[in-house]
T-cell receptor, first 113, second 111 residues
């Protein structure tokens, strides 16, 4: 079956522009996570969605970051007025239920010039 | 919160030898632990997990050991193969929602 997919795989943008990153989780997975991975670093939690519950946004680094999940499936992470320090790989993961094995997508590599 | 660290950022082993990758965590309330493997250009891939009611769990060529007393877990890979070369992360959960990841150990298998 299909795994988690993310698009685009690479995104180069200019400082100050807005970007949208997309995640298609595995069908039937109720939990969806966004992480950021900087070069040589571990994964930094950004936001978590579980079913129809209010998302856990505690990891979002600033109000320039937002995410939504429509219809309990596809999720979009939006970064407004991008800064160079936003350059990283953004990973999406989904799991069948909360607090369980997460399946990761291949990530979107964001480069802010 | 949680603080997760790995003991060695890099590890080189000879093909066929056993590998041991270690991870330490800080929160004694942490109760779910996962090891992931990440190959270059790919997302992390689940290897094995363990919950706090266990101290050992085995998979195919992999074993995870959990020592809650010293807040330490390890991943053992038996008969390491070139395809095992990757970055290995431990993930620690203690709130039911979030997982905290270590910075990763880069394993290189020497043929």
């Amino acid at each position: 079956g299909a795994g988690v997919s993310q698009s685009p795989s690479n995104k180069v943008t200019e400082k100050g522009k807005d970007v949208e990153l997309r995640c298609d989780p595995i069908s039937g997975h109720t939990a969806l996570y966004w992480y950021r991975q900087s070069l040589g670093q571990g994964l930094e939690f950004l936001i978590y969605f579980q079913g129809n519950s209010a998302p856990d946004k505690s990891g979002l680094p600033s109000d320039r970051f937002s995410a939504e999940r429509t219809g309990g499936s596809v999720s979009t992470l939006t970064i407004q007025r991008t800064q160079q320090e936003d350059s990283a790989v953004y990973l999406c993961a989904s799991s069948f239920v909360t607090y369980n094995e997460q399946f990761f997508g291949p990530g979107t590599r964001l480069t802010v010039l | 919160g949680e603080s997760v660290g790995l003991h060695l950022p890099t590890l080189s082993v000879q093909e066929g030898d056993n590998s041991i990758i270690n991870c330490a965590y800080s929160n004694s309330a942490s109760d779910y632990f996962i090891w992931y493997k990440q190959e270059s250009g790919k997302g992390p891939q689940f290897i094995i997990d363990i919950r706090s009611n266990m101290d050992k769990r085995q998979g195919q060529r992999v074993t995870v050991l959990l020592n809650k007393t010293v807040k330490h877990l390890s991943l053992q890979i038996a008969a390491t193969q070139p395809g095992d070369s990757a970055v290995y992360f431990c993930a620690v959960g203690n709130t039911g929602n979030q997982f905290y990841f270590g910075t990763g150990t880069s394993l290189t298998v020497i043929p």
